[in-house]
């Protein structure tokens, strides 16, 4: 099944201590991406990768780092993850990220709690 | 000015009927794609049904159909004969190549939560 997979679903943590956040697409698709959502602000991008080893900020990258070594691939790292990191984060690929006309496919999401 | 404007905090629909939730776009560029996504309150986000600007007939798959009309710069979803299971928030997107750069960006509306009673 095409899928996006990204692990784990939950995550509670506590300030500081680094944390990864793994996302995987089986679709051969060029584009990967990160976004976290929050209650009234919507869908914000972290970091995108238009293909492997070229990774780019998106809206909100501070705090965070990505790797993309692998076409499939794409980790999210948080290195000293603070409460207001807690979000619900979304992994998302696409075939191209040049094409307009290419959906994104997203991940089940990751809902990450830092105390 | 928003790029997405979906006007509709929340519907509420009966089973079976039909519901049309509406989404405006704004953009100058002449090649763009309009998107609908699902997120049941599970928190997945599920495509559902992609329209591009220069295709002439509304997309259609399964129960969903994308009323395009551009002209007036909307890209309404159509759930028909709509289920239990429909209940969930719905958000319009649309991409649009990004000035000086070989990437187009994906902008998302503030969405609409459809609730379906029995």
């Known amino acids: 099944e095409a899928q996006v997979t990204q692990n784990p679903r939950y995550l509670i943590t506590v300030t500081g201590k680094k944390l990864t956040v793994t996302c995987s697409q089986n679709?051969?698709?060029?584009?990967m991406s990160w976004y976290r959502q929050d209650p009234g602000l919507g869908l914000r991008q972290i970091y995108y990768?238009?293909?492997?080893?070229?990774?780019d900020k998106g809206d909100v990258p501070e705090g965070y780092k990505v790797s993309r070594k692998e076409k499939r691939n794409f980790p999210l790292i948080l290195e000293s993850p603070s409460p207001n990191q807690t979000s619900l984060y979304f992994c998302?690929?696409?075939?191209?990220?040049?094409?307009?006309?290419?959906?994104?496919?997203f991940g089940n999401g990751t809902r990450l709690t830092v105390t | 000015a928003q790029k997405i404007t979906q006007t509709q905090p929340g519907m509420f629909v009966q089973e079976k009927e039909a519901v049309t939730l509406d989404c405006t776009y704004d953009t100058s560029d002449q090649s763009y794609g309009l998107f609908w996504y699902k997120q049941p309150s599970s928190g997945e986000m599920i495509f559902l049904i992609y329209q591009g600007s220069y295709d002439e007939q509304n997309a259609t798959e399964g129960r969903y159909s994308l009323n395009f009309q551009k002209a007036r710069k909307s890209a309404n979803l159509v759930i028909s004969a709509s289920q239990l299971g429909d209940s969930a928030m719905y958000f319009c997107a649309m991409r649009e190549a990004t000035i000086n750069s070989g990437y187009s960006t994906l902008t998302f509306g503030k969405g609409t939560m459809l609730l379906v009673s029995p």
């Open positions: 990768s238009m293909n492997v080893e070229v990774t």
């Open positions: 998302a690929s696409s075939l191209s990220g040049r094409s307009v006309y290419s959906p994104l496919h």
């Open positions: 679709m051969n698709h060029e584009y």
